[in-house]
């Protein structure tokens, strides 16, 4: 009712994350290994940002915030452009803007995002699609959105179970640990020969 009257609702906008997902999982297949354009990529953009009714950076901005990416940090951000594609989507980035500046917004959503999940390859979001939810996860969040149909916090605890780095981590500190219990039961196994060893001879 409130959008109906005043052209926008109250607080961040929402959107579905199953639908999110489908379009970063379809845009990972369709650049996976693809060189990056970035002409191209630029200018859809700041096509889609003009369709939102907002202003786009500048194309000197652009290469700027790129320039020092490599090649699969910018096919990362034309999995995220690609994402504009949705309507919903566009929606939210109109709406979201009004809530914060637009140059946060795209750096949040789109040049950081790329930039800082390295983990997050296209390959590895093609095959699973718990890395591409990650992903979609976000880029609601960089977008200044919520994810419909979940509290603040519950969208929170999500994303923390998915922290593709996080698990990793976590992986790698549980094998070193199963690496030093292991090393110590062979200490204890040795040291339990040496002291049979020892009793035999007497």
């Not at 845009?27 to 700041?46: E, I, N, S, T």
């Not at 039961?185 to 020969?193: C, G, S, T, V, Y």
């Amino acid at each position: 009712m409130i959008e109906r009257l005043f052209g926008r609702s109250s607080g961040p906008p929402a959107l579905a994350v199953k639908d999110v997902k489908e379009q970063i999982a379809k845009a990972a297949v369709r650049f996976d290994g693809q060189p990056p354009d970035m002409d191209l990529m630029r200018a859809r953009l700041a096509d889609r940002y003009r369709d939102a009714g907002l202003t786009p950076i500048a194309p000197e901005e652009f290469d700027s915030f790129t320039g020092g990416f490599d090649e699969e940090t910018c096919r990362r951000l034309a999995v995220l452009v690609a994402a504009l594609e949705s309507e919903e989507v566009l929606k939210a980035l109109g709406n979201s803007s009004e809530e914060r500046p637009l140059m946060e917004q795209m750096k949040a959503a789109f040049f950081d995002l790329a930039h800082y999940t390295p983990l997050l390859t296209l390959e590895l979001m093609r095959q699973s699609h718990l890395r591409a939810e990650e992903l979609a996860r976000r880029f609601i969040a960089g977008l200044g959105a919520t994810v419909q149909g979940e509290s603040v916090k519950a969208s929170r605890q999500r994303l923390e179970r998915l922290d593709y780095a996080k698990l990793l981590e976590e992986t790698e500190r549980a094998k070193r640990a199963a690496a030093v219990r292991m090393e110590k039961l062979h200490e204890m196994q040795d040291e339990q020969e040496r002291t049979r060893t020892r009793r035999g001879k007497w």
